[in-house]
């Protein structure tokens, strides 16, 4: 395994501890698993069934809850035949758990004895239960201001919380400080080799087959490229004979991925969101996802407030209780239906990556609106 950066192609060695290229680029893991699913270790009820895709052993890892393989959950009333990946049902409550497990027991094999991390809530909670659990010291950016219930979760892990004034990048800027301590979600190139578990658990679930559409929540994109990578690999080991159809979804008020995928300008004229979540101005990952969505014949696109807090009441009303953020995907499957590039029998998948326990008090007022 080696690192190499997605903008001047320099490759780093896996020992190196680099989250990031020397020229500023991102970098991505060069590692292609050879899997089957006669290499599925079915005794496992968890990501690590599939031990073989990811470039950490099970027997390597000192951290981790057996994270994964999350339920599978079909809506058989709305506008389209729809699955619901229930990550929010994660260790921590959150996806993030996926590529925690990752960048946490990485850093930890390679003699790191402290971990920083920013977050605007659900992958600080993630990184600080992780330590909890490891016994590592951790300290986590967050922006002044965010979600109570997240902050409240951290804290009760143990972790240091430092409320930073000012944008996402800010806090970002904060926690990178740290140096090779950081543990950044956005940054580390570790994460997505856990986040591509979901493809993975999809294929499986879904009959040994590639879904014909997928729907998720995008800021950085972390779990688009999760997704797309795995799936990639299933192709490439012969698994599935095609890709599925990739839409990444962003909150209006806050879509820079949207913008350079539309050919629109970027001024950075962001507004506040209740997408917390996906509320990132300066996505370093935005290119990828966007090469990635086109590959697949899918689409970026965004959606409204209104049409978030729609989607959240609409989704709780089916018994999913999605945080605002999640909530944005389900928005995105009801926009594409209404435009018919999703149709009445279109097989569609949407990931739910966070639960709607970690913004209770936001939650309240989101639903009372509608009384």
């Known amino acids: 395994m080696r690192f190499i950066c997605n903008k001047c192609h320099k490759v780093y060695d896996e020992s190196s ?21 006669e290499d599925i270790r079915p005794e496992r009820n968890s990501m690590w069934r599939y031990e073989g895709v990811y470039p950490l ?19 058989r009333t709305g506008p389209c035949n729809l699955k619901v990946k229930m990550d929010q049902l994660m260790p921590t409550g959150s996806f993030k758990d996926r590529g925690t497990v990752m960048v946490i027991n990485y850093l930890k094999n390679h003699g ?51 409320e930073i004034e000012g944008s996402r990048e800010d806090v970002a800027a904060a926690a990178q400080s740290k140096g090779e301590f950081y543990a950044g979600h956005n940054w580390h190139p570790m994460f997505i080799q856990g986040t591509k578990s979901l493809a993975y658990e999809l294929w499986e679930q879904s009959g040994f087959i590639a879904p014909e559409n997928i729907v998720s929540a995008a800021g950085n994109g972390s779990t688009v490229l999760g997704i797309y990578y795995g799936f990639k690999e299933l ?8 890709m599925p159809r990739i839409f990444a979804v962003q909150a209006e008020n806050c879509n820079p ?44 696109l965004c959606v409204s407030e209104e049409q978030i807090k729609s989607a959240l009441r609409e989704l709780a009303s089916k018994g999913i209780y999605a945080e605002p953020t999640s909530s944005a995907a389900y928005a995105g499957v009801l926009k594409l239906c209404a435009e018919g590039v999703l149709k009445k029998d279109s097989h569609v998948v949407m990931t739910v990556s966070g639960n709607g326990l970690k913004a209770g008090r936001e939650m309240d007022d989101l639903l009372r609106e509608s009384f």
């Open 17 to 37: 501890l680099q989250w990031k290229c020397e020229c500023g680029g991102s970098l991505s893991c060069d590692f292609t698993p050879v899997f089957t699913k």
């Open 57 to 75: 052993r099970y027997e390597e890892l000192s951290v981790t809850f057996n994270e994964g393989y999350t339920p599978l959950v079909e809506i």
């Open 112 to 162: 790191i004895e402290k971990i920083t991390e920013d977050s605007s809530g659900n992958a600080g909670a993630s990184v600080a239960g992780y330590c909890a659990l490891g016994n590592l010291p951790c300290e986590i950016y967050v922006p002044k201001g965010n979600s109570a219930g997240k902050l409240t979760q951290i804290r009760a892990y143990g972790a240091d919380i430092h």
């Open 235 to 242: 192709l490439l080991n012969h698994q599935i004979d095609c």
């Open 257 to 300: 991925i949207y913008r350079k995928y539309s050919g629109e300008g970027q001024d950075g004229n962001y507004k506040e969101t209740i997408a917390e979540g996906i509320a990132l101005a300066c996505p370093n990952k935005a290119e990828e996802v966007i090469r990635a969505v086109r590959d697949t014949g899918g689409q970026v």
